[in-house]
């Protein structure tokens, strides 16, 4: 098989398998390595080549370029397996993206990117002042991760372009009229932006703090 849609396979199923389209080099190559190596047993350059092909890749629009450490996102994948499971809605959800993504952020469970986000923002919503939500029956408080700048729309899978938002506001962001919708996406990126650099400061005075003892 030539290495362009081979490679598209296997970031594929990479990308099924974690449950999250962004994904980094490092980590697909170290998974994949044996699968590559026995594909092509006689490119001893086989890392250089797989970067050569994801560049193709990108050039055809299947993948992005996240960020220049090695950061990547498939756009050519419809749906991840386990996000939607009836045939019937899934015709619907490919005709209005909006809908499919919403539901699949309303609904995802365990999978790699809500986690980072509950983790690093909380179970708050980001909105200011926001108190809407409640407990679950393990005792944690429900909230939903929201795509910030949405996946269709060229939007990542990175913690950079997540929030944690209440059930009331998630809606909001998807589904209120475009003023609304382009306000609170500016104010959600702001929100965003400002606890990162929270998060940062803290890290480097905890870090000073830690060497001057």
Same mark, same amino acid.
Request: with cysteine; hydrophobic share 35%; glycine share 6%.
């Given at each position: 098989?030539?290495?362009? %849609? ?11 398998? +974690? ?10 190559l170290v998974?994949? =390595?044996n699968?590559i190596r ?7 350059n086989? $890392? #250089?080549?797989? @970067?050569q092909?994801?560049?193709f890749?990108?050039?055809?629009? /299947?993948v992005?370029?996240? /960020? ?6 498939l +756009? ?9 499971e /009836?045939e019937?809605?899934? $015709?619907?959800? @490919?005709?209005?993206? $909006?809908?499919?993504?919403y539901l699949?952020?309303?609904?995802? @469970?365990?999978?790699g990117?809500?986690a980072q #986000?509950?983790e690093?923002?909380?179970?708050r ?5 926001c108190?809407?939500?409640f407990?679950? %029956?393990n005792?944690?408080?429900y ?12 939007g *990542? ?6 929030a944690v938002?209440? #059930?009331?506001?998630?809606?909001m962001a998807?589904?209120? /009229?475009?003023?609304? &919708? ?5 104010y959600?990126t702001r =929100?965003? *932006? $400002? ?13 000073a703090?830690?060497k &001057?003892l």
């Amino acid at each position: 098989m030539p290495w362009k %849609p081979f490679i598209l396979e296997q970031v594929a199923d990479f990308c099924q398998s +974690r449950g999250n389209r962004t994904f980094h080099l490092q980590e697909f190559l170290v998974e994949r =390595e044996n699968l590559i190596r026995s594909a092509y047993p006689e490119n001893k350059n086989w $890392e #250089a080549k797989v @970067r050569q092909t994801l560049q193709f890749l990108r050039n055809d629009g /299947d993948v992005t370029f996240v /960020d220049q450490r090695g950061t990547y996102t498939l +756009r050519t994948l419809e749906l991840l397996k386990g996000e939607v499971e /009836d045939e019937k809605v899934k $015709e619907v959800l @490919r005709a209005h993206p $909006e809908k499919r993504e919403y539901l699949i952020e309303a609904f995802a @469970r365990d999978r790699g990117w809500v986690a980072q #986000a509950k983790e690093f923002y909380g179970h708050r919503c980001l909105y200011e002042g926001c108190e809407n939500t409640f407990k679950k %029956p393990n005792g944690t408080l429900y909230i939903e991760v929201h795509h910030i700048i949405p996946l269709y729309a060229g939007g *990542e899978e990175g913690l950079w372009n997540l929030a944690v938002v209440c #059930a009331h506001h998630h809606k909001m962001a998807h589904f209120a /009229d475009k003023r609304t &919708r382009v306000w609170l996406t500016e104010y959600l990126t702001r =929100e965003a *932006e $400002e606890r990162s650099r929270g998060r940062a400061l803290v890290a480097t005075h905890g870090n000073a703090s830690h060497k &001057r003892l």
